[in-house]
């Protein structure tokens, strides 16, 4: 009999052949490398405090939320990392999921669902997309970068319940979306707007509130916000924040919240101290931005041919153009010390891979520097063997 499963050689060696191969490469507990690759923006991941939140958490409740949500996977614990969120994006209320992508599936699906339609923006992240996909209702690409082009779209919708899907700041290049604009579209056309705060929240904002905060969005009854504990908070788990009548809504509706086991205790006690701490430390958010310019200073000097922009973000995008290029260049930053993200299709469009580096609050001066010098021997290097001279 055949294997049913051949075809899966004849891809793994068709990825291989693209530069498109994947492997998991698992980190020690002691790493020799500054780390420029992580989402551990505010560096409170390994922070004692909130280590020593996660820890009186697990042992107070236990190592595992033991049930859904809705039968016995919230704890009092849970209801006060909600209420914190909350008062400190400015929304009504807020619901946590086990993920910043089952935040999102549960989100879209519950407020789209058949006979709606979803504005997509064409960079939104995968779980956006996976979420319009499954909701079952009509789905549109658009530029959300673009407001026009999101208000034709809408105009031209024959759906009376219609929601707009974006991601505030986006997960590679850092780009910053028109919040106040597209807003200003939803509200004329009746629709909602969905907005994915994950690179925002502890990034962007008052205080590090986010993006829609900063757009003055916080609150406003038909703008939901989506995030992560796993970026800014060091932590594990996502989080709905928006009106009371939505957060009852997914409470009833959201099958990713309905039917997933509740986050586990150890991820929500982290979450709620880090978000302690970024309030008390506002001025992790300012560190962050100045490790962000001083990184993206240092690939500019290294290939200027390049056009590293000024950064408005955590993360400095270096396009190399071939996946090939991205790689090596990855690796050979590792070899020097460095640890680089990597981004190669389908994260990014063809064509446009790319080392993604990610600045932190904790990086120090000597961080910086080894930085400097590792960007500024590896990216002459590999632009040179394609040849391109940099300078």
Not at 226 to 231: M, Q, R, W, Y
Not at 299 to 327: C, F
Request: proline share 5%; hydrophobic share 50%; aromatic share 2%.
């Amino acid at each position: 009999m055949d294997d049913p499963l051949a075809w899966l050689d004849d891809t793994a060696q068709a990825r291989q052949a693209a530069g498109l191969r994947r492997v998991l490469a698992p980190r020690d507990v002691v790493e020799p490398l500054v780390d420029l690759a992580s989402n551990d923006y505010l560096g409170l991941a390994r922070d004692a405090r909130v280590i020593e939140g996660a820890v009186v958490a697990t042992r107070t409740w236990g190592a595992g939320s033991t049930g859904s949500r809705l039968v016995t996977g919230t704890t009092r614990l849970h209801a006060e990392l909600e209420e914190a969120l909350a008062a400190f994006v400015g929304t009504a209320g807020a619901l946590v999921f086990s993920s910043g992508y089952t935040a999102n599936l549960g989100a879209v699906t519950a407020l789209s669902g058949r006979g709606a339609v979803v504005v997509s923006d064409v960079a939104a992240h995968a779980s956006l997309v996976d979420a319009a996909r499954l909701s079952r209702a009509r789905v549109v690409v658009a530029r959300c970068s673009a407001p026009d082009e999101v208000d034709r779209h809408l105009a031209a919708a024959p759906e009376t319940r219609r929601l707009v899907v974006t991601d505030g700041v986006d997960s590679v290049d850092g780009g910053l979306a028109p919040l106040a604009a597209l807003h200003a579209v939803c509200r004329a056309r009746g629709a909602v707007l969905l907005v994915d705060d994950a690179h925002g929240l502890g990034v962007r904002g008052p205080g590090g509130a986010g993006l829609v905060a900063e757009a003055g969005l916080a609150g406003e009854p038909d703008v939901v916000t989506t995030a992560t504990l796993s970026k800014s908070l060091g932590s594990q788990g996502g989080v709905v924040l928006g009106s009371a009548a939505v957060i009852a809504h997914l409470v009833d509706a959201a099958r990713a919240f309905i039917f997933d086991t509740g986050l586990a205790p150890g991820s929500v006690g982290a979450a709620l101290t880090a978000l302690g701490v970024l309030r008390d430390e506002p001025e992790r958010v300012a560190a962050l931005h100045r490790a962000a310019a001083a990184v993206a200073a240092s690939a500019r000097s290294a290939a200027p041919e390049l056009g590293v922009a000024d950064p408005t973000a955590a993360m400095v995008p270096v396009v190399l153009g071939e996946p090939d290029l991205a790689v090596a260049a990855r690796d050979a930053c590792a070899a020097a010390g460095l640890r680089a993200g990597c981004f190669r299709p389908p994260s990014v469009p063809e064509g446009t891979s790319r080392l993604r580096l990610t600045a932190r609050a904790d990086l120090s001066a000597d961080d910086l520097a080894l930085v400097d010098r590792v960007l500024g021997e590896v990216l002459p290097a590999v632009l040179g063997r394609t040849g391109v001279s940099a300078g």
